[in-house]
């Protein structure tokens, strides 16, 4: 299984932008569906985000309009552009990969803290 590895996360005002990365290892990211899920305290794990191989992205309710999902072949890593945050988008942010076209595939990143708050 390819290894993941996230960054990005930290503290933001409401309304304010991060930007979440997540490089991949090995040989097979071009091949590989991407994900962005997120763990709120107290809350089941939930898809944020999800781009295919082709680059075909589907989004939760929540975040259309807001986020963005995009990945670059030429550096393995996926990114979550998230713009107007919310205090509800406070979550540990987890990338995820797998063959397909679905998700979740079978590789986890450790997760970043995303925190908005004033």
């Known amino acids: 299984q390819v290894q993941l590895v996230e960054s990005g996360g930290g503290l933001v005002q409401p309304g304010g932008s991060l930007r979440l990365s997540c490089k991949a290892s090995?040989?097979?990211?071009?091949?590989?569906?991407m994900a962005w899920y997120r763990q709120a305290p107290g809350k089941q794990r939930e898809l944020v985000a999800g781009i295919t191989p082709g680059g075909s992205t589907n989004y939760a309710d929540s975040v259309k309009g807001r986020f963005t999902i995009s990945r670059e072949y030429a550096k393995m890593t996926a990114y979550l552009q998230m713009n107007t945050l919310k205090p509800e988008d406070t979550a540990v942010y987890y990338c995820?990969?797998?063959?397909?076209?679905?998700?979740?595939?079978?590789?986890w990143g450790q997760g970043t803290q995303v925190t908005v708050s004033s």
């Open positions: 090995g040989s097979i990211f071009s091949i590989y569906a």
């Open positions: 995820n990969g797998g063959y397909g076209t679905s998700w979740p595939g079978g590789s």
